[in-house]
């Protein structure tokens, strides 16, 4: 096939390609409780299978009734019959904020090509249980006492600290977020997490909850871990995080700090509830150095051991082995560079790997799955040397290498008999011409083919030229946006705000549910005011989201920002309204929030 027969041939290929991903992919979530006490939590589960499931990512939507905390990816490779599968699962912990039933709404999964959306998936909260908490008789009866004078900032506070000051890049620092109330508290606290400098970050759930007694007083406490690891020595830094609880107020007598039903009191139904926010200290955590790497250090910081095996023992020349090397421990093996394989006795023709993270007891660890796949360059009983794999001990202070086992591999001749010579291109065998009849025919149908297909193109050329110039455009242009956006994706998001928000207020025409509408709104103005601060705010409350407006741009419109409110307000309680909303008063809304985004795009551009 000539050039110009390859160049249309491309995007059909390309459509083909795509056609193929989207059969071969399959997205499904679900959760490993449907009905949950308001005091326990409960795991989402992603699963994508499929081509490019290991380049999947969750776009997860916000969710208004639970807070949500990240408990891992795992990923996995196959390859059977030199076909490559992949599967990749990505779990989240999820509380409650309050009781009644809910819908964890569509989860939007794009793999590079495509985006899917998993299903919906309904969970109910009920009240309490507290088969888990110590019965009454476990606290002795305490005498009545007099209430002591404490402020109302000594019986709500919040507080984080790490487990260490200082470590080294790559090394575990456990953050631990602990929130304490002697206050009835109306329904579970929201919690907005800090931001890192030179850290990444793991989060470790489940939230902890429980009872402490401080200074003679019984405290509820939630606490949130959070795994953070150094990335480069030098300093690093903790922001504050941010607890907004609902309290309410109970009589002199219900606040006996001994009482042991105090948990219980705690999820009562509210009647005067207070918001309150509270905010930990920044922490700053000193990353050291780690003392002259050698040159095959892995980057793993930690404590692993190190397997591997073939997927067979004896093979013909010119068969592939899939060789899996494992390194298995504590630490974060998402960040472990594969080891080098090298051996005159095999030649390597990919590798591929995938990680599965565990967090048990608070500690980061896995394993980290390398798979070469090597076919062997000579015959008879050959040996696959250990492999080597060189990282820090955490716990020795010290580098290490560790050893795989070799593996031995009885290589038979090939099976077509062919040699195979890895050392040069391979030689391609010349046609001989055995049958004057045969070669006339091909030869006669092959000269007719290239005959028709020349006259074709030469009829068509205009519109052929036309025609890969237009696909060259589209290609320029297209990676030239890509480009821009992928080089200030903020800047790129602060601009197409509006339209954004215009496009996802068109989809409630497909939606049946005004609340499902109301949340389609209610999401839409957040990513619209986060695009135009080019900052994530979540869905803060009004007067923390008034704040973040008038820091970007302080002489922003007194008039706007309250018909904000209004309109936020509007939202939320519609929401929590009981009955249906007219079809009348939903159009209004859109309308009146249509014109309101408008203005205050106006307002941003000034």
Not at 85 to 91: D, G, K, N
Not at 178 to 203: G, M, R, V
Not at 299 to 311: E, L, P
Request: glycine residues 4%; aromatic residues 12%.
């Amino acid at each position: 096939m000539n050039l110009i027969g390859k160049l249309l041939l491309l995007p059909f290929l390309f459509c083909f390609e795509l056609v193929l991903s989207s059969q071969n992919t399959v997205v499904s979530a679900w959760v490993d409780k449907k009905t949950v006490p308001i005091n326990e939590s409960f795991t989402l589960t992603i699963s994508v299978t499929g081509t490019n499931a290991l380049n999947a990512k969750p776009d997860l939507p916000a969710i208004f009734d639970f807070n949500i905390y990240s408990s891992g990816k795992s990923s996995n490779i196959s390859v059977v019959n030199g076909q490559i599968s992949s599967t990749a699962e990505f779990s989240y912990t999820l509380t409650p904020k309050k009781t009644g039933k809910f819908v964890i709404p569509k989860i939007g999964i794009f793999t590079g090509n495509e985006k899917y959306f998993t299903k919906e998936i309904e969970v109910e909260v009920t009240p309490p249980s507290f088969s888990n908490q110590p019965s009454q008789q476990t606290y002795p009866k305490q005498p009545k006492q007099k209430k002591q004078n404490i402020s109302s900032d000594e019986l709500i506070f919040v507080k984080a600290y790490t487990d260490k000051k200082s470590a080294y890049p790559g090394e575990q620092i456990t953050l631990s977020i602990k929130f304490y109330t002697a206050l009835p508290i109306s329904s579970n606290p929201q919690y907005l997490p800090p931001s890192y400098s030179n850290l990444i970050s793991e989060e470790l759930p489940p939230v902890k909850t429980g009872t402490e007694v401080i200074n003679g007083v019984r405290y509820y406490y939630a606490e949130v871990k959070t795994a953070l690891f150094g990335i480069m020595p030098g300093k690093a830094s903790v922001s504050p995080a941010t607890i907004i609880a609902y309290t309410q107020s109970q009589s002199e007598e219900e606040l006996d700090p001994f009482d042991p039903n105090f948990i219980q009191k705690f999820f009562s139904k509210a009647v005067n509830t207070k918001e309150v926010k509270l905010q930990t200290k920044p922490i700053e955590i000193q990353i050291n150095p780690l003392s002259n790497p050698p040159a095959d250090f892995s980057n793993g910081v930690g404590n692993f051991f190190i397997t591997a095996k073939a997927d067979q023992n004896t093979v013909n020349m010119g068969d592939a082995i899939n060789l899996t090397v494992e390194i298995t421990g504590k630490g974060n093996v998402k960040s472990i560079n594969p080891p080098e394989f090298k051996s005159e006795n095999f030649k390597v023709y990919d590798v591929l790997s995938s990680e599965t993270l565990s967090k048990n007891n608070d500690i980061v660890g896995g394993t980290k799955k390398i798979t070469y796949i090597i076919s062997p360059t000579r015959e008879g009983e050959i040996k696959i040397d250990p492999i080597k794999f060189t990282f820090f001990n955490i716990d020795s202070q010290k580098y290490e290498t560790i050893y795989s086992e070799p593996i031995k591999i009885k290589v038979l001749k090939p099976k077509d008999g062919k040699t195979y010579d890895f050392d040069k291109t391979p030689i391609q065998n010349e046609i001989s011409k055995k049958d004057s009849d045969i070669n006339y025919v091909y030869e006669k149908s092959k000269s007719v083919l290239i005959f028709k297909a020349s006259k074709f193109i030469n009829e068509f050329k205009m519109y052929i030229n036309a025609v890969l110039i237009l696909i060259l455009l589209i290609n320029y242009f297209t990676n030239k946006k890509l480009e821009i956006i992928a080089s200030n994706p903020k800047e790129y998001a602060y601009k197409k705000a509006l339209s954004n928000f215009k496009e996802k207020i068109k989809t409630v025409k497909f939606e049946p549910e005004s609340k499902k509408i109301l949340g389609i709104i209610y999401d839409s103005i957040y990513d619209y005011i986060s695009a135009k601060l080019k900052k994530n705010i979540g869905h803060l409350t009004f007067s923390k989201l008034e704040a973040e407006i008038l820091s970007e741009k302080k002489d922003f419109s007194k008039e706007l920002l309250s018909e904000l409110k209004k309109t936020i307000e509007k939202i939320e309680f519609l929401n929590y309204a009981a009955s249906e909303i007219k079809k009348e008063e939903m159009e209004k809304l859109i309308t009146e929030t249509f014109n309101l985004m408008e203005k205050i795009e106006k307002e941003f551009s000034k």
